[in-house]
């Protein structure tokens, strides 16, 4: 009970925390200034998933910016777990669904969606409601669930990751697109866009038997996603990464893109309440220089709906 | 006069419908099937519906009922039709005698001090609450562990093998399932029992079912006195002998021109074969036969020392291996997980009922969609030998599935709805300190935490901003993820100790979380 009390208390807290932080470097509405340079990352808040996305890859210059005709690309989303939408445990399906559309419209030959699950996968694509979402879009839904897809690479930059297994689509595609869903996460803190990096490798286990906040920064650096889109349209605060019911869920409409994994995970903390500093694997990468947790050094464009 | 051959073209037909249907849900590498058509599959399947429905009583479990109805008026209809086992022999003794041309059956006087001694045993023991005997010998769970442990890793192989050609066309439907059900003693009895199978079939025919099978000894009992019964023309009949060299069940005597009712499975061959009209399939009257005297039995002794030595030399012709691989610099864990008691399925209501029902057949290891049922071997006590219990070092139960409680055909796992099933305790997690990674390594992990529906294990702050593992008990539902998910080696730091009897968990209480409005669009 008392525990609860704190998650509740701690929450609230750190919203505004977070907000009293960010003051600092903003002044006034950035949507309304003209765009100088290009964005480093784009908030959106306030509308639906894929209407949130249409904005936020419309202020970036559009899908063609990262995807090239007849590219491949692999799309990861976070569809660990065998529940629905509501409960907030996996990408919302229709921001999945969008993105699969962009992809195909800026012309790419093949978009394929995967994840290496932890509930049993055929469940979680299902009930996810990623399944549908993705072939009714057009894109191919590959399984993760035996070691035959994953093919083992060497990480000479990692301090406690060497060697990973990795899934073959990753390897073989020319655009990574990462898609987590904001979530709280009982191992790591938070779960954002460099731990759903976690769901394209085999063996998990090595992980957190070997610092796991050190390997999910380890892992940047051996690849980082060509764009990173956190879903933040339902957040779910506490109990993560599973949840236990939907009264763990509350809805944030947030949608955080870019192509910097260290400030799209930092701000997405901002979002959900805690200080980027905080998480260890976000101040590990941030050390590691593997991207900036610094979002006052940043070009942001906020979009309210 | 022609030979009337449609009885057992019709006969053959069928069987093979049922061979392969009750073969196929083994089989389905993928789930295809749905639940219903399991549950219409297995309806008929005598020894699980008959337990099924001591149980529980009611239609869905009626279908042994239907069959000793037809055993009254038709014959053993059902062995040599429903039962796959019984057309997995005919296969046999089929190849022995068309393509190895070996020489014809022939009459052979009955067993039958054997075969009733093996029913009023297996009767005894199903009634003493035993399922053991009935896990050995009857024909349709022996038929699903030969498909389940020998056939499966086969079609399992070609399965994945056909999935990694059309990915290289980059085709996805056909997804790879890996076999995870190697356990010695069960596939070692199922080898073992299709061996022995497979030789007492091909040197005389069905006797097996005549002399060792339950269900064949009952419903013997019932077809002895059926309305229809094969016979011989007594005018007709020139005593040339060729029904009895294809009767599988030897139960032809020509020269007293005389039918073993009990024996007989209604194959039709003889009917087939007589040249003459002599072999009449017939109504017979209410009366009933004469019993047949029985010979001195040292021979049969012998097999029966001979099928008991089997029996226990299979059982203890395995043990359990773990292979542990220790990847980077870890450290071993130090202290062995002391679990007293395996975890039986949900919907079983504990070890004594799934233990007293099920027939090891083997249907929801094939079925369980995260391998977490695995046959055991000792586990559950020589008691419950092959009967699958929650393996969670290789599966851990999924939360929202009830696919083992739907389908199985005896009733040891009870149906179960779906949110009772998420409140069923199975056991209850244990933790391991001295072999957590937090407490050894003093780093972040949680990975039992994070796989648990429940929130029954969560992390506390322990020291340094970690966060360490405790168990809530109350609403701890021993599924299996934590203990499945901690990644220490050769010891986890969490496991599952098994309740002997399923108590309901408390549910976890949730509180309503209120977002304050910080009136900023956004914190950055």
């Not at chain 2, 003493?128 to 442990?149: H, K, Q, T």
């Not at chain 2, 039709?268 to 209410?286: E, L, M, Q």
Request: with cysteine.
């Amino acid at each position: 009970m008392k525990r609860r009390e704190f998650i509740i208390k701690g929450v609230s807290a750190g919203v505004v925390t977070g907000t009293s932080l960010g003051l600092g470097g903003i002044t006034g509405l950035a949507s309304a200034l003209p765009p100088q340079n290009a964005y480093d990352l784009v908030a959106v808040r306030d509308g639906e998933p894929d209407v949130m996305f249409d904005r936020a890859i419309a202020s970036l210059g559009g899908m063609t910016k990262y995807v090239k005709k007849g590219q491949k690309v692999v799309v990861k989303p976070n569809i660990g777990w065998d529940v629905i939408p509501e409960r907030a445990g996996n990408t919302n399906p229709k921001l999945v669904g969008r993105i699969v559309k962009h992809c195909l419209e800026a012309g790419a030959s093949e978009v394929y969606v995967f994840d290496n699950t932890c509930d049993a996968w055929n469940l979680c694509y299902k009930n996810s409601g990623i399944e549908k979402a993705v072939k009714d879009a057009g894109g191919k839904l590959v399984p993760g669930n035996t070691e035959n897809y994953y093919q083992s690479v060497q990480i000479p930059k990692g301090k406690r990751l060497k060697e990973a297994r990795v899934h073959e689509l990753i390897l073989n595609s020319d655009v990574f697109i990462n898609v987590p869903v904001l979530k709280h996460h009982s191992s790591a803190s938070i779960s954002l866009a460099m731990k759903n990096l976690m769901g394209v490798v085999w063996d998990r286990r090595y992980w957190h038997r070997n610092d796991l906040h050190q390997c999910i920064a380890d892992f940047v650096t051996w690849r980082k996603p060509t764009l990173n889109v956190i879903d933040g349209y339902r957040v779910m605060l506490r109990n993560g990464p599973r949840g236990v019911s939907e009264a763990d869920v509350v809805m944030m409409k947030q949608l955080i893109v870019s192509a910097d994994i260290v400030a799209a995970d930092a701000a997405a903390t901002l979002v959900f309440g805690s200080k980027p500093q905080d998480i260890p694997h976000i101040r590990i990468a941030n050390e590691m220089k593997l991207g900036t947790m610094d979002l006052s050094r940043l070009n942001i464009n906020r979009i309210k709906i | 006069m022609r030979s009337v051959a449609w009885p057992r073209k019709a006969r053959i037909a069928l069987s093979l419908v049922f061979l392969l249907f009750t073969g196929v849900i083994f089989l389905d590498p993928a789930r295809w099937i749905p639940v219903v058509w399991l549950q219409a599959i297995t309806w008929p399947q005598f020894t699980p519906s008959l337990l099924k429905f001591l149980i529980t009583g009611g239609w869905a479990a009626a279908g042994f009922l239907l069959f000793v109805v037809i055993t009254l008026v038709f014959g053993r209809i059902y062995c040599s039709t429903v039962c796959p086992l019984g057309t997995l022999q005919d296969i046999i003794s089929r190849i022995r005698r068309r393509i190895l041309r070996q020489k014809p059956l022939r009459y052979a006087r009955p067993q039958n001090i054997l075969r009733y001694l093996i029913l009023i045993i297996v009767v005894i023991s199903i009634i003493a609450g035993s399922a053991l005997l009935v896990n050995f010998l009857d024909p349709y769970s022996n038929y699903g562990r030969i498909l389940a442990n020998l056939f499966r890793p086969a079609v399992l192989a070609g399965n994945n093998a056909l999935a990694g050609m059309l990915e290289k066309q980059d085709i996805f439907w056909l997804p790879r399932t890996p076999w995870k059900g190697y356990q010695p003693a069960s596939l070692g009895f199922a080898a073992a029992f299709l061996i022995l199978v497979t030789w007492m079939s091909a040197v005389r025919g069905r006797l097996y079912c005549n002399t060792v099978c339950p269900v064949g000894a009952l419903l013997g009992l019932f077809s002895r006195v059926s309305l229809l019964r094969i016979s011989l023309d007594k005018q007709l009949c020139n005593s040339c002998g060729q029904c009895s060299k294809v009767c599988k069940a030897q139960c032809i005597d020509v020269k007293n021109r005389e039918v073993d009712y009990s024996r007989c499975v209604a194959c039709f061959n003889c009917i087939t074969a007589c040249p003459s009209s002599g072999v009449v399939y017939r109504f017979s009257g209410f009366s009933i036969p004469q019993v047949e005297t029985v010979p001195a039995d040292g021979e049969k002794q012998n097999r029966r020392t001979l099928l008991k030595a089997f029996m226990v030399g299979t059982a203890f012709l395995s043990t359990r291996a773990f292979a542990t691989r220790l990847t980077g610099g870890e450290k071993p864990t130090t202290i062995p997980e002391e679990r007293s008691l395996v975890s039986s399925p949900p919907g079983s209501e504990g070890h004594d009922h799934f233990n007293k029902n099920c027939t090891a057949c083997h249907l929801c290891v094939s079925a369980c969609p995260t391998h977490v049922l695995q046959p055991s071997f000792l586990e559950y006590g020589l008691q419950g030998l092959m009967q699958p219990y929650m393996d969670y070092h290789s599966g851990f139960c999924n939360f929202e599935c009830t696919v083992c409680s739907d389908i199985c055909p005896t009733g040891a796992i009870l149906p179960l709805a779906k949110d009772l099933k998420k409140r069923v305790q199975l056991g209850v997690a244990v933790f391991i300190k001295e072999n957590c990674v937090v407490y050894t390594d003093e780093t972040d992990c949680g990975a039992c935490s994070e796989h648990c529906p429940t929130k029954a294990v969560d992390m506390v702050p322990y020291k340094d901003g970690l966060t360490i593992p405790e168990v809530d008990d109350k609403i701890c539902i021993g599924c299996g993820a934590c203990e499945y998910a901690c990644p220490t080696r050769p010891f986890r730091a969490i496991f599952v100790e098994g309740n002997q009897l399923h108590i309901m968990a408390d549910e976890p209480q949730q509180e309503e979380i209120i977002l304050e409005d910080t009136g900023e669009d956004f914190p950055f």
